[in-house]
């Protein structure tokens, strides 16, 4: 059964003690592929030096973090530009709007969104979506982007069933990980009314471990409890759930 981790961030510092233990770990339930957001230009060299090791596994994607947006930003933006023009990558992403920790670069962040959705586009590339308590901001800037040439993946999807419709008609299908498995995560009330060849699965890796792992480090393997709760969600073989959602990956990803 192959397994894909659409959004996993393995260079963190995180598994800077056995990162490739964790990564067996997954290799050995089944991962085969692991997709690998950028969230500054500080990690640009672990994440070349993690492609080198593992070529054939990992795809890096590239972008500004909404969360590292600071005063700084053009900078940051500049170094995204001479990445995409020097080298090939899977996505632009993360980028998004998080206004859950600080607003004081709203405007900033919807700047940069609105720059790297187009670079995107320009390079025939999906775009992966951070949003943080920025539904709306997030929706009107995608909005001045509507065409044929937008498409990506929602990560971390935790909205309505609205939002979910919302986010579908931009051509993106919803990034879901470990918040399906939370009692209070309430995705799972409403999932089966999304097409599942509209979902991928993520862990956020080391961030939002599934049950039973809430609140430690989460790791690519812990997948399977993703997998397993969307199954029981959908009431299909978890087979079935691993087949259609590696292929809406690949598709997404065009690996196929």
């Not at 060849?197 to 393997?221: C, F, Q």
């Not at 978890?238 to 959602?245: H, L, R, S, Y």
Request: aromatic share 10%.
């Amino acid at each position: 059964m192959q397994l894909i981790d659409t959004h996993t961030h393995l260079y963190a510092e995180a598994f800077d003690q056995d990162r490739d233990e964790m990564i067996k770990r997954a290799l050995k339930i089944g991962v085969s592929d692991f997709f690998v957001p950028a969230i500054d230009s500080s990690y640009t060299e672990r994440m070349f030096a993690l492609k080198a090791q593992y070529p054939d596994r990992v795809h890096l994607m590239t972008g500004v973090h909404p969360t590292h947006i600071k005063n700084n930003y053009k900078e940051e933006l500049a170094h995204v530009s001479s990445l995409l023009k020097s080298r090939s990558f899977c996505a632009v992403g993360e980028i998004g709007i998080d206004l859950h920790w600080d607003k004081t670069f709203e405007k900033e962040q919807k700047e940069a969104f609105d720059i790297q959705i187009q670079w995107a586009k320009d390079n025939n590339l999906p775009i992966v979506i951070h949003c943080r308590d920025a539904f709306d901001e997030v929706f009107e800037v995608l909005e001045g982007h509507k065409s044929e040439e937008l498409y990506g993946i929602f990560h971390c999807f935790t909205g309505t069933v609205e939002h979910a419709k919302q986010a579908l008609s931009y051509n993106l299908k919803l990034g879901i990980g470990g918040v399906v498995t939370f009692k209070n995560g309430k995705i799972d009330k409403f999932l089966n009314e999304i097409p599942l060849n509209k979902i991928v699965l993520e862990t956020d890796s080391p961030y939002l471990a599934p049950v039973p792992y809430r609140g430690k480090r989460n790791e690519s393997s812990y997948i399977q409890q993703v997998f397993k709760k969307v199954a029981a969600v959908y009431d299909l073989p978890i087979e079935q759930v691993a087949e259609v959602t590696t292929k809406n990956a690949f598709e997404v990803f065009k690996l196929i």
